[in-house]
């Protein structure tokens, strides 16, 4: 006959096999709490950048069609309402408009030349509307009308 003992051991699963599950389910549930935690924070790394990148703007480059702006490095930290130069060592040495004269409504003229091009494709020279001149003119092209 056997013991109340040896019918516990026979009836359950060992001790060992009961602490792996723990240890496995404990494993799982940390996996799963990092997943979700790391997933909220990069959903709030992204929500702040694109913050920043509204807000923050940036122009950085050059034009020969604007005096003295071979090399511009431009910042706006309203969402592009004032501009401002930035000098060698990243120091605002004035808005835009004083430093650059011109320049801002260049970089708007090709912007929309760009966008307009975009959505209608190149401008045909022969034949050329009323809105392509203008736009041609807003970013400091010469527009000749063939006569």
């Known amino acids: 006959m ?3 003992i040896q019918e516990t051991k026979k009836s359950g699963p060992a001790w060992h096999v009961v602490v792996m599950r723990c240890v496995i389910f404990l494993v799982f549930c940390v996996g799963v709490y990092l ?3 790391q997933r909220a924070k990069i959903k709030d790394q992204q929500a702040m950048l694109s ?3 509204r807000n923050y703007q940036h ?3 050059g034009t020969s ?3 003295n702006a071979d090399s511009y490095r431009l910042f706006s930290y309203d969402g592009g309402k004032n501009w401002y130069a930035l000098g060698d060592e990243d120091e605002i040495i004035g808005t835009a408009e004083e430093v650059f004269p011109g320049l801002l409504n260049h970089l708007d ?4 030349l760009e966008e307009y091009a975009r959505k209608n494709g190149p401008i045909n020279a022969c034949g050329i509307t009323g809105e392509e001149t203008r736009l041609l003119q807003d970013a400091n092209l010469t ?5």
């Open 59 to 61: 122009k950085i480059g």
């Open 35 to 37: 997943i979700v935690s």
């Open 51 to 53: 913050w920043y990148h």
């Open 109 to 112: 003229g090709w912007d929309r």
């Open 65 to 67: 069609f604007i005096p």
């Open 143 to 147: 527009v000749d009308s063939g006569k």
């Open 2 to 4: 056997a013991t109340p």
